[in-house]
């Protein structure tokens, strides 16, 4: 069964830092790999969608990066924002019609 | 595009009365809509997966009579929480995959259900 581990569950780091959100997974047979961001109250925005074949994908001070063979995802937010504060939930797609495996996310504050 | 709405964003009901959360692809045909509980502080639970046509799939543990729904077009899906009880009280959202698109999911804002 897949296995989708955030960690730490939550951080915090002053204004401008440049960090690394951290996922790995259980079993390196996924399909597609997905990064969220959820404000307190509000629905998932997605931020990044990286399919297998592919190693990262970039959206602006987002960066992610995908490495089945060890199961692991980073996402990388440069210069980071008071703005940038939220949760970010990694997520997977184990085949084409495949559900959606969570983890439980990293709760992120930026300070200002 | 890729907008996935939900309504009402919160409703606060009776105990023993039933509520209808509709979730709408606004730009997009969505053969597939997902409905997931999310729990303060907790991720995302998958409670069923429904198929335009075709009766939805619940999750285990997921009473199928209590949470009705219902795909009746490519673009809306509908789950109607039945005598809903202060237990229900939860953020409700749903998420949609596009037809004929690459297995991604696109997300609604939620539904606040409050039962008192």
């Known amino acids: 069964k897949q296995e989708v581990t955030q960690i730490p569950a939550a951080l915090s780091v002053p204004e401008g830092e440049n960090l690394v959100l951290n996922c790995s997974f259980t079993d390196s047979a996924i399909y597609n790999l997905q990064w969220f961001r959820q404000d307190p109250g509000k629905g998932l925005t997605s931020l990044l969608l990286?399919?297998?074949?592919?190693r990262e994908q970039t959206s602006g001070r987002l960066n992610a990066s995908l490495d089945k063979s060890s199961g692991r995802s980073t996402l990388y937010i440069a210069a980071s924002q008071p703005g940038d504060s939220a949760t970010y939930l990694c997520?997977?797609?184990?085949?084409?019609?495949?559900?959606?495996?969570f983890g439980k996310g990293i709760t992120l504050s930026v300070r200002p | 595009g890729a907008v996935v709405s939900q309504h009402p964003s919160r409703v606060i009901c009776k105990s023993g009365t039933s509520v209808k959360i509709e979730c709408r692809s606004l730009d997009f045909q969505a053969t597939t809509m997902f409905w997931y509980r999310q729990f303060p502080k907790q991720s995302l639970m998958l409670m069923a997966t429904s198929n335009e046509g075709s009766k939805a799939t619940y999750e285990q543990g997921v009473e199928k009579d209590k949470f009705l729904i219902n795909h009746a077009s490519l673009t809306l899906s509908t789950l109607t929480v039945t005598s809903a009880h202060p237990e229900d009280s939860s953020f409700y959202i749903c998420?949609?995959?596009?037809?004929?698109?690459?297995?991604?999911?696109?997300f609604g804002p939620g539904t606040r259900l409050t039962v008192l």
């Open positions: 998420s949609a995959r596009k037809r004929g698109g690459v297995n991604e999911q696109f």
């Open positions: 990286i399919q297998s074949s592919q």
């Open positions: 997520a997977l797609y184990t085949g084409a019609n495949s559900k959606l495996t």
